[in-house]
């Protein structure tokens, strides 16, 4: 099972990353943050009163907020590391954010076999590799290496912090629901600072007519990363975290497979090798 959910949330992932990035091609990247955040809101909300979640409100929830509150963070350097640097060199890195719930698993106690260990290590140079990290070129700026890793072990505590945050499967959905109205009053924020600024909310040559067009596609992205984030707590309740958190960090093979699929993007032999070891490492964690 804990593998099960773990590749589900990989996949989810992916897609939610590389429709995300195409949307913010065309639309600012906060206003998409904040847009289909705003929409898996309403969704949620909606569950949460069918199910009669808020009778499991507590202090677990607190972790719902934590990870709200650094999702948009992490998010936000993110973006700007991606605008200060080379692709190749920002995504690869922003990958290691698997240590920090990794790194939970372990010291709770959790002791992977031999062969997990192996599928682990296959699996995260996979990861990076898969990103077709630059080896060479020119030097990257420190502000990009350091927003990077800020994304990173934002990413990390994000996976972390949503697996403690409910024990139950209503639970789960009132979790989610309080970590998304905390993503928006979060990236809200930013975005109303932003405009403050002088930067747009609104894609220049169509506005909101834009955003309007754009909505499925908003909503596809906002449920999608809700769904990853609810399947990966399940994962990592149900099985080990060490094992959970790198399958679930897959997700970069899944946007360039969709990048190559929809896009016509070809995959450089070093993302092509990467693919391969991280399904060569989801195997032998499988089979531990």
Avoid: H
């Amino acid at each position: 099972m804990t593998a099960l959910f773990a590749l589900a949330t990989c996949l989810l992932w992916g897609l939610a990353d590389f429709g995300g990035g195409v949307l913010a091609r065309r639309v600012p990247a906060l206003t998409v943050v904040v847009v289909s955040q705003a929409i898996a809101v309403v969704v949620l909300g909606a569950i949460v009163l069918a199910t009669g979640a808020w009778s499991e409100a507590g202090p677990l929830l607190w972790y719902a907020v934590g990870a709200g509150v650094v999702g948009p963070v992490a998010m936000l350097a993110f973006y700007k590391a991606l605008a200060l640097g080379p692709m190749g060199v920002v995504s690869p890195l922003a990958s290691i954010g698997v240590v920090v719930p990794v790194g939970v698993g372990l010291v709770v106690g959790e002791r992977p076999g031999l062969l997990q260990v192996a599928g682990i290590a296959v699996a995260v140079v996979g990861i990076v590799l898969a990103g077709g990290p630059e080896l060479r070129g020119a030097a990257v700026r420190r502000q990009a290496i350091a927003l990077t890793l800020v994304a990173a072990f934002g990413f990390g505590a994000v996976m972390a912090l949503i697996s403690e945050a409910s024990t139950t499967i209503t639970g789960l959905f009132l979790a989610l629901f309080v970590q998304r109205v905390t993503n928006v009053a979060v990236g809200g924020a930013a975005l109303y600072v932003s405009v403050r600024r002088g930067a747009p909310a609104l894609p220049e040559g169509g506005g909101s007519r834009v955003i309007r067009t754009a909505l499925p596609a908003l909503a596809f992205v906002g449920l999608a990363d809700v769904a990853a984030n609810g399947t990966y707590s399940i994962a990592a309740q149900n099985g080990p975290v060490t094992v959970a958190a790198v399958l679930a960090s897959l997700y970069p093979v899944i946007t360039a497979l969709a990048a190559r699929g929809v896009l016509k993007e070809r995959l450089r032999a070093v993302q092509a090798a990467g693919a391969g070891l991280a399904l060569i490492g989801t195997v032998l964690l499988a089979a531990g």
